[in-house]
């Protein structure tokens, strides 16, 4: 069945650090993928989304290509700031259920200052 | 536009009791899907509504079930609760074209507690 692999955390960098969060996927067919942050004791936002092959999805500075040769949906920012320190989930939906979201296992990010 | 609504924000719950929780979507949207999210098996898909009927499903034994009402808002529920029920529930609301991976808004969240 389809799942999503991610980065281990927690990850801690300093601010303005070049930020990479790992993230590979196994699906069948053509997902679309995403990034989902949540920060401290609210739900999920969407940070970005990519729908096709070689698909760059961004947003806030934040990053993503939709690899799909090497099955890959790795999350970049080139300088990040304190309030980026969030948990950060990847996670894939298949066509045909296009509304069951398949999430990673979450990687906590910490930015200090 | 109001985001995603989750009552109750919080609920503490004994072993063998049920419970209910209700989502209220995004105005205009159709779909309402749940998520459990615990800190050993992470965010787990439960169900998907569209149209008052239920259109996907997950791994979860019958004791979880929902429904949805005309006006889209939905409600799950969970009858004879375990302690392994804790958890935060997580209701997500989309315009759910067919077919099409519209984006998924979530609301806060219910954190239920089971003692």
């Known amino acids: 069945g389809n799942s999503v692999t991610q980065m281990e955390g927690p990850v801690t960098l300093s601010e303005e650090a070049f930020l990479t969060i790992n993230c590979t996927y196994t699906a069948t067919g053509y997902p679309s993928l995403f990034w989902y942050v949540q920060y401290p004791g609210e739900g999920l936002q969407l940070l970005l989304k990519?729908?096709?092959?070689?698909d760059k999805g961004s947003n806030k500075g934040f990053e993503a290509t939709y690899r799909k040769e090497t099955t890959s949906f790795h999350l970049e920012k080139g300088s990040v700031q304190v309030s980026d320190s969030a948990v950060y989930f990847c996670?894939?939906?298949?066509?045909?259920?296009?509304?069951?979201?398949?999430f990673g296992s979450g990687t906590r990010l910490s930015i200090r200052p | 536009k109001a985001g995603v609504t989750q009552t109750p924000r919080y609920l503490i719950k004994t072993r063998g009791q049920q419970v209910t929780l209700s989502c209220s979507p995004i105005?205009?949207?159709?779909?309402v899907s749940w998520y459990q999210q615990t800190p050993g098996q992470g965010l787990q898909f439960l169900f998907e509504?569209?149209?008052?009927?239920?259109?996907n499903k997950g791994n979860f034994p019958g004791r979880f079930s929902g429904r949805q009402f005309s006006n889209s808002r939905s409600e799950m529920n969970v009858s004879t609760l375990e302690l392994g029920d804790s958890a935060l529930y997580l209701c997500?609301?989309?315009?759910?074209?067919?077919?099409?991976?519209?984006?998924?808004?979530f609301g806060p969240g219910t954190r239920l507690t089971v003692l």
């Open positions: 105005s205009g949207h159709r779909s």
């Open positions: 990519a729908t096709k092959a070689d």
């Open positions: 996670a894939l939906a298949g066509y045909s259920s296009a509304s069951k979201i398949i």
């Open positions: 997500a609301s989309s315009l759910a074209s067919q077919g099409k991976a519209d984006t998924q808004y």
């Open positions: 509504y569209f149209s008052e009927t239920q259109r």
